[in-house]
């Protein structure tokens, strides 16, 4: 049975049946507040900006959606990522701890801790989905690395890869960061701990883009390595590879996130990886 649903947003209509749109600064926390009155969750889904623009606009946009979590009552649910982790030494599990390598990762894991030192207090609830790196149709086709490669992949070009192509790696299907989402929410054994979002096995860069292009009968993509050496130089001029080469480990080493104890616990599944396939180079295909 679905409830009624509040999207914070630019005030853009979602087209999504009981879902009303508001346009709210998430960023002030007494406006943000009295759109979450009454509500029983209140879901962070917030991305803001580039790399280069998280230490400016993360901190007060999250303490914000935690003081409006506090003052409305509201259980807080943060859709995050694994930077917190850092470099892994194996599969990633909710008992992993926190060891970010770069300010990315360290502001994701500040923010978690600050969120469940206040749930530990006794003063909101609390809890986190983290998921690895989105697929599916209804993602823009410029959203991501995997996006990016999957565009030029589509269009019968050659993609430009970082890191190494051959490392297995973590998707997890943009549904099935909902159903966590959704699953941790409503059930208080969650409340105070972060959950995996589960994903399919994991697939390299050269893998996923092949897969797309064969599901809407390509043939083998062309892939070409963009040295390190390169990103790095870069980075001296552009901020913006600076920051990709803080988050190269994840496809310089095997990259993998383990949703069991989530499926275990809650029912929640990861999408087939075929139907995720088929359905996102369909859609993708289409708005190129």
């Given at each position: 049975?679905?409830?009624?649903?509040?999207?914070?947003?630019?005030?853009?209509?979602?087209?999504?049946?009981?879902?009303?749109?508001?346009?709210?600064?998430?960023?002030?926390?007494?406006?943000?507040t009295?759109q979450?009155?009454?509500?029983?969750?209140?879901?962070?889904?917030?991305?803001p900006?580039?790399?280069?623009?998280?230490?400016?606009?993360?901190?007060?946009?999250?303490?914000?959606?935690?003081?409006?979590a506090?003052?409305?009552?509201?259980?807080?649910v943060?859709?995050?990522?694994?930077?917190?982790?850092?470099?892994?030494?194996?599969?990633?599990?909710?008992e992993t701890?926190?060891?970010?390598?770069?300010?990315?990762?360290?502001?994701?894991?500040?923010?978690?801790?600050?969120?469940?030192?206040?749930?530990?207090?006794?003063?909101?609830?609390?809890?986190e989905?983290?998921?690895?790196?989105?697929?599916?149709?209804?993602?823009?086709?410029?959203?991501?690395?995997?996006?990016?490669?999957?565009?030029?992949?589509?269009?019968?070009?050659?993609?430009?890869?970082?890191?190494?192509?051959?490392?297995?790696?973590?998707?997890?299907?943009?549904?099935?960061?909902?159903?966590?989402?959704?699953?941790?929410?409503?059930?208080?054994?969650?409340?105070?701990?972060?959950?995996?979002?589960?994903?399919?096995?994991?697939?390299?860069?050269?893998?996923?883009?092949?897969?797309?292009?064969?599901?809407?009968?390509?043939?083998?993509?062309?892939?070409?390595?963009?040295?390190?050496?390169?990103?790095?130089?870069?980075?001296?001029?552009?901020?913006?590879?600076?920051?990709?080469?803080?988050?190269?480990?994840?496809?310089?080493?095997?990259?993998?996130?383990?949703?069991?104890?989530?499926?275990?616990?809650?029912?929640?599944?990861?999408?087939?990886?075929?139907?995720?396939?088929?359905?996102?180079?369909?859609?993708?295909?289409?708005?190129?």
């Open positions: 049975m679905g409830s009624a649903c509040e999207f914070s947003s630019a005030g853009r209509a979602t087209g999504i049946p009981g879902v009303d749109s508001v346009a709210v600064d998430a960023s002030a926390p007494d406006a943000l009295v979450a009155s009454g509500a029983e969750t209140l879901y962070n889904c917030a991305n900006g580039s790399y280069t623009e998280w230490e400016r606009l993360w901190p007060p946009l999250a303490a914000s959606i935690l003081t409006a506090e003052r409305s009552g509201a259980v807080l943060t859709a995050s990522n694994l930077y917190g982790y850092g470099p892994p030494d194996g599969p990633m599990t909710r701890p926190l060891r970010p390598s770069d300010h990315k990762g360290e502001l994701r894991a500040r923010m978690w801790q600050e969120a469940l030192a206040v749930h530990e207090a006794g003063r909101v609830r609390v809890t989905a983290r998921a690895s790196d989105y697929i599916g149709p209804t993602l823009p086709v410029s959203s991501g690395l995997l996006a990016m490669y999957a565009k030029a992949t589509l269009a019968g070009k050659t993609a430009s890869v970082f890191g190494d192509p051959d490392q297995p790696h973590a998707w997890t299907a943009i549904d099935d960061v909902a159903a966590t989402l959704a699953a941790v929410g409503r059930d208080e054994k969650a409340w105070g701990s972060a959950w995996i979002v589960p994903s399919a096995p994991p697939r390299s860069a050269r893998q996923v883009p092949r897969a797309l292009g064969e599901s809407v009968g390509m043939g083998e993509p062309r892939l070409r390595k963009i040295p390190t050496w390169t990103l790095r130089v870069g980075g001296f001029a552009l901020p913006i590879l600076r920051e990709v080469t803080g988050a190269l480990y994840q496809f310089e080493r095997p990259y993998i996130a383990d949703g069991t104890e989530t499926t275990e616990r809650f029912g929640v599944d990861a999408t087939e990886w075929e139907e995720t396939i088929a359905s996102t180079a369909r859609a993708w295909r289409a708005r190129l």
